[in-house]
């Protein structure tokens, strides 16, 4: 089973988008809130991303609710999950 790590805050939309089509997929995921600046200084360090979510699947950044939903839509998201 692949890792899936999942950086967000607790007010942003789109991190709440992203969880329901993982959610809605069963993948397990582990969410990392970054409301703390040592927490957020972690995600850009291992994401590149400044804004939230940051999604990476073992371990390789995929970038945000965006980018997630582009994946999902051309199919590419399911073998992601499926390594």
Not at 55 to 66: K, P, S, V, W
């Given at each position: 089973m692949v890792s899936v790590i999942i950086y967000t805050t607790a007010w942003c939309p789109y991190c709440v988008r992203a969880k329901r089509l993982l959610d809605a997929k069963d993948v397990k995921y582990t969410e990392i809130d970054v409301s703390k600046p040592a927490v957020r200084a972690e995600m850009v360090a291992l994401t590149g991303g400044t804004t939230v979510p940051?999604?990476?699947?073992?371990?390789?950044?995929?970038?945000?609710?965006?980018?997630i939903h582009a994946l999902e839509r051309s199919g590419k998201l399911n073998k992601l999950l499926k390594k």
């Open positions: 940051q999604i990476l699947i073992d371990n390789q950044a995929f970038g945000g609710c965006d980018e």
